[in-house]
């Protein structure tokens, strides 16, 4: 083998390489990047600006999957370009907040949902997820509590309210545990169907046993097999009965 051919070997080789690498770094900057947001060079309408930073995608989960991130900036993609369109759309502010809070940007998600309850004061979904995002997320539970009772005053028949300030009460204010048995009868008589009744009683029941009230939760876990005879859960009913 001559020099000549020796050199364009050589050639061709550093060129693969480089290739290669260069190939590499273009895909981890795309995997491994905060995009971009959407529309950087389209202006706000005016409506928007005060909610300017919530049109930047920002992942602050660093154990968040390339392949979740890539479909919550999708996702992220469609919001935005929805609200430029139409800043009333209410299912675009929806999930603007939802993907904020995947992304764990707890505060972008925050604004999302107290702006969707300032202009659908009615609505009930963005109070409730409030009251999670706050009870649970940003640690200011008295907060959680004010937003699910506004939940329910917009919504008094979905149990699930119900059920989940219940549970703020027991685990993050100590001091209104007393109010868990009146919400859940509050929740009781406002649910629509028997099934949701009992599932409330039942509820209300455990909390009872947990405290050491026995014959209170007795009496409560027979009112659920009363209230639905076919309660799905009718065979846990029956074990805590035995129990008690």
């Known amino acids: 083998m001559?020099?000549?051919?020796?050199?364009?070997q050589r050639k061709i080789l550093v060129f693969v390489i480089a290739a290669v690498i260069l190939a590499g770094a273009g895909w981890y900057y795309q995997t491994h990047r905060t995009p971009s947001p959407v529309g950087d060079d389209a202006v706000l309408r005016e409506e928007?600006?005060?909610f300017a930073h919530l049109f930047e995608f920002e992942n602050?989960?660093?154990n968040l999957p390339d392949s979740a991130r890539e479909?919550?900036?999708?996702?992220?993609?469609?919001?935005?370009?929805?609200?430029?369109?139409n800043p009333d759309n209410f299912y675009a502010w929806l999930d603007l907040g939802l993907v904020h809070k995947n992304l764990n940007a707890f505060e972008k998600a925050r604004d999302a949902w107290e702006h969707l309850g300032d202009i659908r004061p009615l609505n009930s979904i963005s109070f409730s997820n409030l009251g999670d995002l706050y009870a649970w997320f940003l640690h200011e539970p008295e907060k959680?509590?004010?937003?699910?009772?506004?939940a329910l005053r917009n919504?008094?028949?979905?149990i699930n309210f119900y059920r989940n300030l219940a549970e703020i009460y027991d685990k993050l204010l100590p001091e209104k545990k007393?109010?868990?048995?009146s919400l859940l009868?509050?929740?009781?008589?406002?649910?629509?169907?028997?099934?949701?009744?009992?599932?409330?009683t039942a509820l209300m029941a455990s909390y009872e046993r947990d405290r050491g009230e026995k014959e209170d939760a007795l009496q409560h876990y027979r009112d659920v097999l009363k209230i639905d005879p076919e309660y799905p859960q009718k065979a846990v009913i029956q074990t805590e009965i035995k129990k008690l």
């Open 178 to 181: 007393s109010q868990i048995d």
């Open 155 to 158: 919504e008094p028949t979905d």
């Open 2 to 8: 001559n020099l000549i051919t020796i050199m364009r």
């Open 60 to 62: 602050k989960d660093p």
């Open 71 to 85: 479909k919550f900036f999708t996702r992220f993609t469609n919001d935005t370009n929805a609200l430029r369109a």
């Open 144 to 150: 959680g509590e004010a937003a699910y009772r506004q």
């Open 185 to 200: 009868e509050e929740g009781i008589k406002e649910a629509k169907t028997k099934t949701e009744k009992a599932e409330l």
């Open 48 to 50: 928007l600006m005060p």
